[in-house]
């Protein structure tokens, strides 16, 4: 993602891990669709993001940090 100049928030190896208020990487997928390779159905879910990624996406929509 670095490469193609989005790097993933919390990145030990290339993610701004040091200037950011978390433990880990701030990836989150909030639809995942697929077809199941056994049953043929087609799957959904959703999930909203943790409170964490809300609360340094409002920090950087406020720029509280950078």
Known sequence: ???IE?????DPKYG?????PTDGQLLHA???EFTHPTTGK?????KEPPQ???DVLHKMETGEIE
């Open 1 to 3: 993602m670095e490469y």
């Open 6 to 10: 989005h790097p993933i928030v919390g």
């Open 16 to 20: 701004y891990r040091k200037t950011l």
């Open 30 to 32: 909030y639809a995942l």
């Open 42 to 46: 087609r799957m959904r879910f959703e």
């Open 52 to 54: 964490i990624f809300q």
